[in-house]
């Protein structure tokens, strides 16, 4: 996620916290638009915000690479320079141990939640994941704890009464999970 770009300098973090609420929100709102049949339907949610993502990260990056301070020249206004999009290997393999570490940790973290918190969260997983593809890391971790997540795979309560209970149970679970894995 970290890209050379000057002006994101020490500002990492929240770059990447901003990049993540707008792609939650431009995630939201094309769902909806799907659910009223204006845009083709969601097929995968995690691969559309994934993409969703990774598009704004990009767009993102070519604007603010272009808000880089050029260098002063003496005689001339016009500046001609090039802005190489430079990654570093070692910052690859660095996130990808990070992230592979906290899939692992919130696996564990999971399994150890109340039953019913637990059964909201790994349901809410469950039906975003997409058990045709390999096992993803988080399956794998999970399944290390003893949990299947195919076995939560299913529908959401439709009675008010317990999909409220279903929401507030699972809106407890997001929470504890990022009280508890902080990356």
């Excluded at 564990?108 to 058990?131: E, G, H, K």
């Excluded at 704890?145 to 997001?174: K, M, N, S, V």
């Amino acid at each position: 996620m970290y890209a050379d770009v000057s002006c994101w300098r020490g500002q990492q973090k929240e770059v990447a916290e901003d990049i993540v609420q707008e792609a939650l929100l431009r995630t939201f709102k094309y769902t909806q638009r799907a659910s009223q049949g204006k845009v083709q339907p969601v097929v995968s949610l995690k691969s559309l915000c994934k993409v969703i993502a990774q598009n704004y990260f990009r767009d993102r990056r070519r604007k603010d690479q272009v808000l880089v301070r050029p260098f002063q020249n003496d005689e001339s206004e016009q500046l001609s320079f090039a802005i190489q999009d430079v990654v570093d290997p070692a910052e690859i393999a660095l996130d990808h141990l990070i992230f592979c570490t906290t899939i692992v940790m919130a696996a564990q973290v999971v399994a150890q939640f109340p039953p019913q918190q637990r059964a909201a969260l790994l349901t809410d997983l469950a039906n975003i994941s997409d058990f045709n593809a390999p096992p993803t890391l988080l399956e794998q971790s999970l399944s290390t704890e003893g949990i299947r997540l195919r076995d939560y795979h299913r529908a959401l309560p439709t009675e008010p009464a317990q999909r409220g209970l279903y929401a507030a149970h699972l809106c407890i679970a997001y929470k504890r999970l990022r009280k508890k894995v902080e990356v």
